[in-house]
């Protein structure tokens, strides 16, 4: 079945840090991938897609890559900053109208 | 953006009493809606898929008789957890597919259910 692996947290970075958050999947044909971000307190919220080989999502200086070749859809950003502290879920859906299959989870803490 | 409400955002109840759970797109029609499970620092299990005037679509493990669903309307799905144990505590999670745009899943914030 389709599947989505993430790296293990908790990552804590200082701000202005590089983070990348590793996420690779298993699924049989073409899923779009996504990058959601749950606040503390709050629900999770869309951050980013792709719904193609070679598209990249970008949103609030976070970019992941949809990369067929490795099934991997690593969320990337050049300098975080505190704002930034909440879980990040990556995901896939194999078709328009089916549910999400989420990773575990990366809790990411930046401190100043 | 499109919204997705929750109510209640917490609630606690005795052992053995039912607690349900409305989930409301405030701003579009919903013809699915997606009922999630979430406990403490795992990611979110999809407990069942909840079509507008059908039956519920349950994941395997997960009882239809305890966890029961009703999609009524195109902007109401409600979940009701029936003779509530202190295992069923968790956090519970909706999200819902626009009818006019099925690429995207918009969630609720979620329903914090403890049971005593």
């Known amino acids: 079945g389709n599947s989505v692996t993430q790296m293990e947290g908790p990552v804590t970075l200082s701000e202005e840090a590089f983070l990348t958050i590793n996420c690779t999947y298993t699924a049989t044909g073409y899923p779009s991938l996504f990058w959601y971000v749950q606040y503390p307190g709050e629900g999770l919220q869309l951050l980013l897609k792709a719904t193609k080989a070679d598209d990249k999502g970008s949103n609030k200086g976070f970019e992941a890559t949809y990369r067929k070749e490795t099934t991997s859809f690593h969320l990337e950003k050049g300098s975080v900053q505190v704002s930034d502290s909440a879980v990040y879920f990556c995901a896939l859906r194999a078709s328009g109208n089916t549910p999400l299959v989420f990773g575990k989870g990366t809790r990411l803490s930046v401190i100043a | 953006g499109a919204v997705v409400s929750q109510h209640p955002s917490r609630v606690i109840c005795k052992s053995g009493t039912s607690v349900k759970i409305e989930c409301r797109s405030l701003?579009?029609?919903?013809?699915?809606m997606f009922w999630y499970r979430q406990f403490p620092k795992k990611s979110l299990m999809l407990m069942a898929t909840s079509n507008e005037g059908s039956k519920a679509t349950y994941e395997q493990g997960v009882e239809k008789d305890k966890f029961l669903i009703n999609h009524a309307s195109l902007t109401l799905s409600t979940l009701t957890v029936t003779s509530a144990h202190p295992e069923d505590s968790s956090f519970y999670i909706c999200s819902a597919n626009p009818r006019l745009n099925t690429d995207t899943q918009y969630f609720g914030p979620g329903t914090r259910l403890t049971v005593l």
């Open positions: 701003d579009f029609q919903a013809t699915t």
